[in-house]
């Protein structure tokens, strides 16, 4: 994810990196040649006139541009849910080592369960984008463990009920008391509904026949657009389409990112400085010396 120091005015304009327009400039290219190609041959096609013009066209494009505005709430609608289910992780995983940390001030008993813990939230974002958690799990609980824990599917689920375990096998010892366990109990039901929900938004994305209803309506569109257009503004055809279909493709290619809010886009969350703000709140409740922060991409200067 890439995140700005807030701009304005001209510079805003120019901005690049964050921007959709890098994966979209392709698309404009075709369009500035088809543009080119209708100005040249006075819209003709074969030699046959395309009956189009404005008044034609723009009906069509108001329907279209709701189409996009439904589409893009969907896809934000995604976005913030998995904003909100990290933020509640943050809260229910500090809450919780909160709570141990109370509970059991020898820092034997309470920093394997704060290592447990750190390696779910590291677990759950590995999952989330499909990529290897063995190193990340080697780091914080030893070669043995993460061996063990190389063939489950759902790693973090696994720790999570091993962190249960523990905590209730104290409370059997006598180490806990069953208020205590019960507060505790709390925050871990907090961290599996959370878990939940990711894996909720992860494995049901919007429907792919819908998805590619809208991207052939809008190339149609765009690609049309230079014919209906080239009698009124002629040799300024190319200009005016590219930046409607700018408008038009880029929507929907921001759409297709934030409905993955946990990809590796610019624009999907950074859970990598998630986990690692995360990670930092356990061990700096633990009195134990902090990884560096990770900054997703932050940039104040243009490039």
Same mark, same amino acid.
């Given at each position: 994810?890439?995140?700005?120091?807030?701009?304005?005015?001209?510079?805003?304009?120019?901005?690049?990196?964050?921007?959709?327009?890098q994966s979209v400039l392709p698309q404009l290219a075709f369009m500035a040649l088809v543009s080119c190609v209708a100005v040249a041959t006075h819209g003709r096609v074969l030699g046959e006139k395309i009956p189009l013009n404005a008044t034609l066209l723009t009906?069509?494009?108001?329907?279209?541009?709701?189409?996009?505005?439904?589409?893009?709430?969907?896809?934000?609608?995604?976005?913030?849910?998995?904003?909100?289910?990290?933020?509640?992780?943050?809260i229910a995983v500090r809450s919780l080592m909160s709570q141990m940390l109370s509970a059991l001030p020898?820092?034997?008993?309470?920093?394997?369960?704060?290592?447990? #813990? %750190? +390696? /779910?939230?590291?677990?759950?974002?590995?999952?989330l984008r499909g990529s290897e958690a063995g190193a990340d799990l080697q780091r914080l609980l030893g070669p043995a463990d993460a061996q063990r824990l190389q063939g489950r599917c759902q790693v973090?689920?696994?720790?999570?009920?091993?962190?249960?375990?523990?905590?209730?096998?104290?409370?059997?010892?006598?180490?806990?008391?069953?208020?205590?366990?019960?507060?505790?109990?709390?925050?871990?039901?907090?961290?599996?509904?959370?878990?939940?929900?990711?894996?909720?938004?992860?494995n049901t994305p919007i429907p792919f026949a819908y998805g590619v209803l809208l991207h052939r309506t809008v190339y149609t569109y765009c690609l049309?657009?230079?014919?209906?257009?080239?009698?009124?503004?002629?040799?300024?055809?190319?200009?005016?389409?590219?930046?409607?279909?700018?408008? #038009? %493709? +880029? /929507?929907?290619?921001v759409a297709n990112e934030v409905a993955e809010p946990f990809g590796l886009a610019p624009n999907a969350l950074a859970l990598d400085a998630l986990a690692r703000n995360i990670e930092r709140a356990v061990?700096?409740?633990c009195g134990l010396p902090l990884p560096p922060p990770l900054q997703p991409n932050a940039r104040s200067q243009l490039t």
């Open positions: 994810m890439i995140v700005r120091t807030r701009l304005s005015g001209l510079r805003l304009l120019f901005v690049w990196d964050g921007s959709i327009l009906p069509f494009g108001l329907t279209l541009a709701i189409f996009l505005g439904f589409r893009n709430s969907a896809s934000f609608q995604r976005f913030d849910e998995g904003r909100h289910l990290w933020g509640a992780l943050l020898d820092s034997a008993e309470h920093r394997p369960l704060a290592r447990c #813990l %750190i +390696a /779910l939230v590291h677990a759950l974002r590995h999952e973090s689920t696994t720790l999570l009920h091993e962190l249960r375990e523990r905590l209730s096998a104290l409370n059997a010892a006598g180490r806990l008391s069953d208020a205590r366990l019960w507060a505790m109990e709390t925050q871990l039901a907090e961290i599996a509904r959370a878990i939940g929900g990711c894996e909720r938004i992860a049309l657009l230079p014919f209906g257009f080239v009698d009124a503004t002629s040799f300024f055809t190319p200009l005016l389409c590219v930046f409607m279909g700018y408008t #038009l %493709i +880029a /929507l929907e290619a061990l700096d409740l």
